[in-house]
């Protein structure tokens, strides 16, 4: 449960935050812990938009390109942002958004900074999101920057779909050869296996091991599928939490043409976020800080926070600080170096973003074309098995005679 407080530092000071604790007195403990005494301790109280999100329901990416791109042609045209906000609830038949709409309307009203709301739900709205709609809210460029934001989700929305466009057959082949795999070995094999093994005749030891297997598995199918089942369950929520993430994403990193894909487009994410973040008027340190948030791969995030506060903090040009990490291509930080110098850096980190884009898209193609011939092999190996478990026999017996 969040509370709310108010409370006088040691400098005498007031501030006021968030705390979360299971019941008062662990709100207090830990605002005490803080070295803060506390004026006023509240509760808060979920909002509906909370509330929604408890039900399952979710703002998807298609939902933040329509705000920001209907926001930003509204507020282009001259409406006034309270008006914007109540037309679009007006039309939004969608409960979460029309929550999230009403929530802003009413943060508006107190008098609080528009980006409260965003920044309220961390989950859903990146920092680098809410820190351009601050950066806007300040300078007075909203419009412009509900606009960049519209074309950034557009981008990302669009290689979303391409890389899932990209999986899809092999997806398909995936379960498909799963299912016909489970129909050979539960069904064909224990007939075939029943047939020679119940003949009295003795097949050879590697024939008689898959007849075994097929049989079991023939007699045990409920079970078997109900195994399997439970697995993929057990796997699927697994790898929802943050342990499971970041065991799939270690085991992704072990893997070589994977690997590349997520470099790539943790490159790609990283230019087109300080590229946006530059251009609405963010600090380049601040920037890049905030950049290390938004990307998924460890390596990078720690790469761009050295560059913050170890290179550029301490007197070093962009273009210096970023040639002293090698996780980054010698043609990124050379661009960058260039770019600096020129005083172009946000437009070459735009190029570069759309530069990595086209990057990704060849690297998922060939991620893609290694894994269809690996599933082909393995399932050419085990229906290979079974036809060479079926042939031995048949091969003794003609021999017999």
Do not use: C, W
Not at 3 to 27: I, L
Not at 177 to 191: M, N
Request: zero cysteines; charged letters at 20%.
């Amino acid at each position: 449960m969040k509370f709310s407080y108010k409370a006088v530092g040691p400098d005498g000071r007031v501030s006021e935050g968030q705390v979360d604790a299971d019941a008062m007195n662990g709100a207090l403990t830990q605002i005490s812990g803080m070295g803060l005494k506390p004026i006023t301790v509240k509760p808060i109280k979920k909002t509906a938009f909370q509330l929604n999100l408890l039900k399952g329901q979710r703002i998807t990416l298609e939902d933040k390109v329509f705000l920001t791109r209907y926001l930003s042609l509204m507020l282009k045209v001259g409406t006034d942002l309270f008006k914007a906000i109540d037309i679009l609830i007006e039309d939004f038949d969608k409960p979460a958004v029309k929550s999230l709409l009403m929530e802003m309307r009413t943060n508006l009203g107190k008098g609080n900074p528009f980006y409260m709301t965003f920044a309220q739900h961390p989950k859903l709205f990146s920092p680098v999101f809410v820190s351009l709609i601050k950066s806007g809210e300040v300078s007075g460029n909203l419009e412009k920057v509900f606009d960049q934001l519209s074309v950034s989700l557009e981008k990302d929305k669009d290689l979303e779909n391409k890389i899932k466009s990209s999986l899809t057959y092999p997806a398909i082949l995936a379960v498909g050869s799963i299912l016909v795999l489970i129909l050979l070995v539960s069904y064909s094999l224990p007939k075939i296996a029943g047939v020679f093994m119940q003949g009295g005749m003795k097949p050879p030891a590697f024939s008689n091991f898959v007849f075994t297997v097929g049989l079991f598995m023939g007699g045990h199918l409920a079970i078997i599928l109900f195994l399997l089942v439970s697995i993929v369950a057990g796997a699927f929520f697994f790898f929802r939490t943050l342990v499971g993430k970041r065991f799939a994403y270690d085991l992704a990193l072990r893997v070589p043409v994977i690997k590349n894909v997520i470099k790539q487009i943790a490159i790609q994410r990283f230019a087109s976020t300080l590229s946006s973040l530059l251009a609405s008027g963010v600090g380049i340190v601040d920037a890049l800080e905030i950049s290390a948030d938004s990307i998924g791969m460890p390596e990078l995030q720690d790469a761009l926070r050295r560059i913050a506060r170890e290179g550029i903090s301490k007197g070093l040009t962009v273009g210096d600080a970023f040639r002293r990490e090698p996780i980054f291509p010698k043609a990124v930080s050379n661009l960058i170096a260039v770019s600096e110098k020129s005083g172009h850096l946000e437009n070459i980190l735009a190029t570069l973003a759309e530069f990595y884009t086209g990057e990704i898209e060849n690297a998922v193609k060939s991620m893609v074309s290694f894994i269809e011939p690996v599933m082909l092999v393995l399932i050419g190996i085990i229906v290979g098995t079974i036809a060479l478990a079926v042939i031995l026999p048949v091969y003794q017996l003609t021999a017999s005679f």
